[in-house]
């Protein structure tokens, strides 16, 4: 369901809404079915769920510095589009969905290609650490600017998901802003979504009531990062 900017608490998350479509609402849990805390999260360690989709990735992260707020970016087809920044108490965590704008690389339960590189680390992909890396064809991604492209052949950001904390300091997805790809994943993919999944169809299902958070290195068996 795509919902005007306008209704989403009166904040402005695209300029016509076309970028913008709202979820069922999600709550973060750990592997046992209890509720994530926004204060447990490790800095600047790559967690996963799937959302909206039982089959689409999401990488979630609570950065080491509060993110930029309202930043404008734009699609490859020239549609614009402001990301608000980070929440929590610091404005440090954000999440993206984890499927490469260029050819679509993202985290399987068997190998990962995208993820963030931490800020001590070296990439190939750009001139310092602190960055989203896809490690397929070397683009990186700013974390703290919406996951705009930065480097290599990538042409437009990742897609972001709108998380809320609430009060107790529990963690929702809500929705997704920015050019996801779903479309093109779901094409793409078929024998994993079958492998994985059971099927296109079963892939296809929408995330209900809850998702897993799980560290990328539980998620996948292989981090490849170059
Ligand atoms: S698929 Fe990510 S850079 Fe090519």
Not at 7 to 17: H, M, P
Not at 150 to 166: H, R, Y
Not at 191 to 201: D, V
Request: proline share 5%; net charge positive; aromatic share 10%.
């Amino acid at each position: 369901m795509a919902v005007s900017p306008s209704c989403i608490n009166s904040k402005l998350y695209a300029d016509n809404g076309t970028l913008f479509i709202s979820y069922e609402r999600v709550q973060l849990l750990d592997a046992n079915g209890k509720p994530i805390k926004a204060s447990s999260l490790k800095k600047e360690t790559n967690y996963v769920f799937n959302y909206p989709f039982v089959s689409t990735p999401v990488i979630l992260l609570d950065l080491d510095e509060p993110t930029l707020k309202d930043v404008k970016l734009k699609s490859e087809d020239g549609e614009e589009y402001i990301w608000k920044g980070g929440v929590g108490s610091k404005g440090t965590i954000v999440a993206y969905v984890a499927i490469c704008s260029h050819q679509l690389a993202h985290p399987t339960p068997e190998d990962s290609f995208l993820q963030y590189c931490q800020k001590d680390k070296k990439t190939m992909s750009y001139k310092e650490g602190g960055v989203m890396v896809c490690s397929s064809h070397l683009s990186a991604f700013d974390v703290k600017s919406g996951c705009k492209n930065l480097s290599g052949p990538a042409e437009e950001p990742l897609a972001s998901v709108i998380l809320e904390i609430d009060k107790d300091d529990t963690i929702w997805a809500s929705a997704v802003l920015g050019p996801d790809k779903f479309h093109e994943y779901f094409k793409a993919f078929k024998p994993e979504l079958k492998k994985f999944y059971g099927g296109k169809r079963k892939g296809k299902k929408k995330i209900k009531n809850s998702a897993t958070l799980l560290p990328l290195t539980e998620y996948t068996k292989e981090i490849v990062q170059y």
